[in-house]
């Protein structure tokens, strides 16, 4: 089907992609029609083995330091959660790349995907298999819900392991950087590249998720720090999100609540008990979308530590609430 120019759903250890041969134009507009995606907005393409990138990465443009960072990066980190920004060959298509200079490419680290992969054309433009903006689906049925049979397959391959995107590493540049924070945390990377420049973005779009309103459920989303979270008072009309048991409990003391958060309705959930930022990561989108299925109209969210993993996580709920910074917080 992929050979043939059709939309294939399927699975990888970050969340779920809709995918399509990457040199097909004719398949890659429907991903952007089918997503109701912006054309500057580029694609990340998918491949299943490094030789694959001679079809993608113009090698002649890599200066000696960029050659070695991707040696480097490519050899320890794939397969797995993150994406590099390369110079392209004029054979990639504009569509794909939303006409930019460079190609964001990853090796996923997930069997069915890496299947998908090799055995239809051997790179895949996949984003997020949701409409554009909400929330990327970390399950199959997240994917049936929100595209039903916008999608010709679906492939079914399980809830997402890692349940955050990859990290988008920007090394066609002489100061490699982050462009996202994802499922690779930055001291991994800098402990094979060395510190990454802290250079703040230009404005420019150079790679997915960088929209400042990105990643959000249908619900009003506030963001809140920890101490801030545990201070708010109960509304029966908002659902509530904490990083850890501890700051579930302290907000139930200070309101009266029941001390376990099945107790409470089904308005109170914990990315991690335990306060792991890696159970929290593989929660996050799945617990979004059971609390953007509840009868209320807003969502309190508590931050996670910034560190690890917290950074992606923090990333993709500063974008969820994005969009509501004037709107007035009325409980």
């Known amino acids: 089907m992929v050979r043939a120019g059709q939309l294939a759903a399927f699975p990888t250890?970050?969340?779920?992609?809709?995918?399509?041969?990457?040199?097909?134009?004719?398949?890659?507009a429907r991903v952007f029609e089918v997503k109701k995606r912006p054309r500057f907005d580029p694609l990340i393409v998918h491949i299943a083995s490094l030789d694959a990138m001679e079809r993608l990465v113009d090698f002649s443009r890599l200066s000696a330091g960029m050659e070695y960072r991707l040696s480097v990066l490519s050899h320890a980190l794939w397969p797995?959660?993150?994406?590099?920004?390369?110079?392209?060959?004029?054979?990639?298509?504009?569509?794909?790349?939303?006409?930019?200079?460079?190609?964001?490419?990853?090796?996923?680290?997930?069997?069915?995907?890496?299947?998908?992969?090799?055995?239809?054309?051997?790179?895949i433009a996949a984003p997020s298999a949701n409409p554009f903006g909400y929330l990327s689906p970390t399950r199959a049925e997240h994917v049936r819900e929100q595209l039903g049979d916008a999608v010709?397959?679906?492939?079914?391959?399980?809830?997402?392991?890692?349940g955050i995107e990859s990290t988008v590493l920007d090394i066609s540049s002489v100061a490699p950087r982050i462009l996202r924070p994802g499922g690779t945390p930055r001291n991994v990377i800098e402990s094979l590249t060395g510190p990454l420049t802290a250079e703040a973005p230009d404005g420019k779009i150079s790679s997915p998720?960088?929209?400042?309103?990105?990643?959000?459920?249908?619900?009003?989303l506030y963001l809140h720090t920890a101490a801030e979270m545990c201070r708010l008072e109960f509304c029966p009309d908002a659902a509530y999100l904490f990083f850890n048991q501890a700051s579930f409990k302290t907000f139930a003391?200070?309101?009266?609540?029941?001390?376990?958060?099945?107790?409470?309705?089904?308005?109170?959930?914990?990315?991690?008990?335990?306060?792991?930022?890696?159970?929290?990561?593989s929660s996050l989108f799945d617990t979004l979308h059971t609390i953007d299925a509840l009868p209320v109209s807003?969502?309190?969210a508590e931050h996670p530590p910034k560190e690890g993993l917290g950074d992606a996580i923090n990333d993709r709920l500063s974008r969820a609430a994005a969009r509501l910074e004037n709107i007035r917080m009325d409980c």
């Open 253 to 281: 003391e200070n309101n009266g609540l029941p001390s376990e958060p099945s107790d409470g309705g089904g308005r109170f959930f914990i990315l991690s008990p335990s306060g792991s930022l890696t159970e929290a990561a």
């Open 298 to 300: 807003l969502i309190h």
């Open 209 to 220: 998720g960088q929209l400042k309103s990105h990643y959000a459920p249908s619900k009003e």
């Open 13 to 28: 250890e970050t969340v779920y992609g809709l995918g399509c041969d990457a040199f097909n134009t004719y398949a890659l």
């Open 152 to 162: 010709d397959v679906i492939l079914d391959g399980g809830p997402a392991d890692i």
């Open 80 to 123: 797995g959660p993150l994406t590099l920004i390369l110079p392209k060959l004029r054979t990639v298509p504009d569509l794909a790349t939303a006409g930019l200079e460079t190609v964001a490419v990853r090796f996923p680290a997930h069997d069915g995907a890496l299947k998908l992969i090799a055995e239809s054309t051997g790179a």
